[in-house]
């Protein structure tokens, strides 16, 4: 079910607004409603302030989504390019 897509889709602003940029989405392999979401940005505190904002949660809850957000951070190393 998609049902959160179009949630997900409406609040564009606010994730541009933290400064997070849409880099992916997939699910996982033997699980369809496990969805992933990638994210780029250059502020890490002003992206974590907002997946952790009781706004997204309401969003998520809007959208159908079970259960919290998780939130890993990686970081890409400089590789002179």
Do not use: C, I
């Amino acid at each position: 079910d998609n049902a959160w897509k179009p949630v997900f889709d409406a609040d564009s602003d606010r994730r541009t607004d933290a400064g997070l940029k849409f880099e992916a989405l997939t699910t996982d392999a033997d699980n369809p409603n496990m969805v992933y979401l990638f994210f780029s940005t250059d502020d890490l505190d002003k992206g974590m302030e907002m997946v952790g904002s009781d706004k997204l949660k309401q969003k998520m809850q809007e959208g159908g989504v079970k259960g919290e957000p998780t939130l890993n951070v990686w970081v890409l190393p400089d590789t002179g390019a």
